[in-house]
DNA sequence: GACTTCGGAATACATCTGTATCTTATCCGC
DNA sequence: GCGGATAAGATACAGATGTATTCCGAAGTC
């Protein structure tokens, strides 16, 4: 009978050697050769999990979206209100050089979205979700007295995703562990306590 | 001697075309061939202004930015302190295809910038420039008594750049006029007084 | 009006691209 | 151990790409 080997487990592999081309090298080395070169595979082997690049463009774009939602169960869920949002937020910022490959692919897949229509759909679809998910979060925290009630809780949400694409995307660009690095992590604490908190 | 033609203008009417090709089909359309149909020149042509692809698209992206400080530039700067500085972030906001345009342009070479150093220099510069003139803005607006004065200017000013940053990219996926495109407007609104407002 | 000089176009060429096809190697049930 | 199914690799191929080179035409000066 055939050779065994497990499907998913492989295209997960193929596609994680995708997301390493991105980090190191941008999009635009992305050729079905590149990524099995680093994948230490040929490229008729990557061929033989999807049928074209664009399948395997996908298949690594939904693939961030799981890590990210992995990554924030992970997270501790005790202690104050607020931290445990922040700890929530930090998650989501290039703070270490996994999380910053995985943000200069994001980076790469948003633009690539903003032209794409089904890639433009799948984003949105991963906005809906984050925007439901902090929604139901900063409505608990009402509840507990922890965040302020005098806005709805949705308008809150959209705040805490603004603020975390913000500052994502400028600290992309200010190198860890620079006096501007130190200072964006600050102010990020003050944008929360400010526009959430009780007044 | 020889036919004469302003360079500089050319060079520009070329680099547009690069912009429009990215704006409708995204960066990896872009090619000397695509960018020279798209201006209505032969791509030979396109050799004679830039010597190389990558030549192509550091102008455009140096052109980006000379965009929007002229956009700024227009801005009407009179009446209320907090008014003024909205409509300055306005501007920074895909509010209308032109400005779709331009941002996504600027996402796709942000998104290039993560892996090409000098690329991330001049984003840095750009950045750092941006970070000066709202400091400067916003501490005129605390000596005038209408920015609050608890917290260094320059704080502040990462707060509204990360605000123009994130909300642009979240409206870039959110159809203007739908619901969730006003709700960001009103949430911009909030996030400015809540976060700027003498308390 | 011929000549020179450069803009613009066309062509050439080596390389890279995605994908299709073909060949070899590997593993399992019998 | 061996046959057959399937993974992995190699090869093929048409098209696109960046860039170098060549050719043509127009414009202004002598």
Do not use: C
Request: net charge negative; hydrophobic share 45%; aromatic share 6%.
């Amino acid at each position: 009978m055939p050779k065994i080997v497990n499907r998913d487990e492989r295209r997960r592999e193929i596609a994680e050697a995708l997301l390493r081309v991105i980090a190191n090298a941008g999009i635009e080395a992305v050729s079905v050769r590149s990524v099995a070169a680093e994948a230490g595979i040929s490229a008729g082997a990557v061929q033989k999990y999807f049928a074209t690049k664009e399948d395997l463009l996908r298949f690594a774009f939904t693939l961030t979206g799981e890590y990210l939602l992995q990554r924030w169960e992970r997270v501790e869920g005790s202690g104050p209100f607020l931290d445990v949002l922040r700890r929530h937020l930090l998650e989501a910022l290039p703070l270490d050089e996994q999380r910053r490959a995985e943000l200069i692919v994001v980076f790469a897949f948003t633009a690539r979205a903003a032209t794409l229509p089904d890639w433009a759909a799948q984003l949105r679809d991963s906005y809906d979700a984050a925007q439901v998910t902090t929604t139901a979060f900063l409505e608990a925290g009402q509840d507990s007295g922890d965040v302020r009630t005098d806005v709805p809780a949705d308008r809150l949400a959209d705040l805490v995703i603004v603020l975390a694409d913000g500052f994502s995307a400028r600290m992309l660009h200010t190198p860890p562990g620079s006096p501007a690095h130190e200072r964006l992590l600050d102010t990020l604490d003050l944008a929360l306590t400010d526009l959430l908190a009780p007044r």
